[in-house]
């Protein structure tokens, strides 16, 4: 199987003592190519470096809601300069990870709201695809995503939402990513809506180091456990693995606009 992981943190420094083995690793389990997510200004140019250092990893850059209290007014700015910068570069894929969380009841939500605004309205300017942060807030985000009406649309990163919520995110033209999180018992409703999505609305992702699924209870999440995440969610889809994975790769391949490049 070959696999595209469309959302990992690869640039954290949880990976640092390893990174390299384990992209060794996740290579010789089918997993071909990874997108590397900013989340704020300070960690872009590690991603960027990162991505340099390896032609099968993808850079997105964005500024994350939950790092809300360290964003500055210029952060903005400098978004759209690196995004000026790298424009039509191959690893440049997404704006993101970008969002709203209104999970942390902490994070002021009008500052969030034109946060999120105005990296959208980036992705629109550089015609690039958005991969999105939803946490409690898909009402919010539906409604800011029916105003921007976006060409290339993107991920809602993690998808956790009802059978209603993924009708009009797909509506609107955005994949819906799957990871770790629905393999666990506990995830009833994602057990119930999975089968239901169609196939071709739906990517895979690991969010590591984040986000470990139920096979591998509070250890570090990596891209190495993206084909046994796609089994478990197979399986609660009642399809294969395989069916999985290549429906995964295309969506992917259609995003990011990698139809012409063979993996």
């Not at 190519?33 to 200004?41: D, H, K, P």
């Not at 759209?80 to 690893?91: E, K």
């Not at 894929?93 to 990296?119: H, K, M, P, S, W």
């Not at 590591?208 to 509070?218: H, K, L, N, Q, V």
Request: glycine share 6%; charged share 20%; with cysteine.
């Amino acid at each position: 199987m070959e696999l595209i992981d469309s959302h990992t943190h690869l640039d954290f420094p949880d990976f640092d003592a390893d990174r390299s083995a384990l992209l060794a690793e996740s290579r010789a389990l089918g997993v071909r190519r990874m997108v590397v997510l900013g989340v704020y200004a300070g960690n872009w140019q590690r991603v960027w470096d990162l991505v340099q250092s390896d032609a099968d990893l993808y850079a997105a850059f964005g500024l994350h809601p939950v790092y809300l209290d360290q964003h500055r007014p210029e952060d903005l700015h400098a978004l759209g300069d690196w995004l000026t910068r790298l424009r039509g570069h191959r690893q440049l894929c997404a704006v993101g990870e970008i969002g709203l969380d209104y999970f942390i009841e902490t994070l002021d939500r009008e500052r969030q709201q034109a946060l999120f605004e105005a990296q959208l309205q980036l992705a629109a300017d550089f015609e690039l695809p958005a991969l999105i942060h939803v946490r409690r807030s898909h009402a919010a985000v539906i409604a800011t995503l029916k105003r921007f009406k976006l060409k290339r649309a993107g991920i809602i990163h993690a998808f956790a939402g009802s059978r209603e919520e993924a009708r009009e995110y797909i509506k609107l033209g955005f994949k819906l990513g799957l990871g770790g999180a629905p393999t666990w018992p506990q995830a009833l409703r994602m057990h119930r809506v999975l089968p239901e999505l169609p196939l071709d609305s739906v990517v895979l992702e690991t969010d590591s180091p984040d986000m470990a699924p139920a096979m591998f209870p509070g250890l570090r999440n990596s891209p190495a456990h993206l084909p046994a995440i796609c089994a478990a969610l197979a399986q609660l889809m009642n399809i294969t693995p395989e069916q999985l994975a290549s429906a995964s790769t295309a969506n992917c391949s259609e995003v990011f606009g990698w139809l012409h490049e063979p993996l």
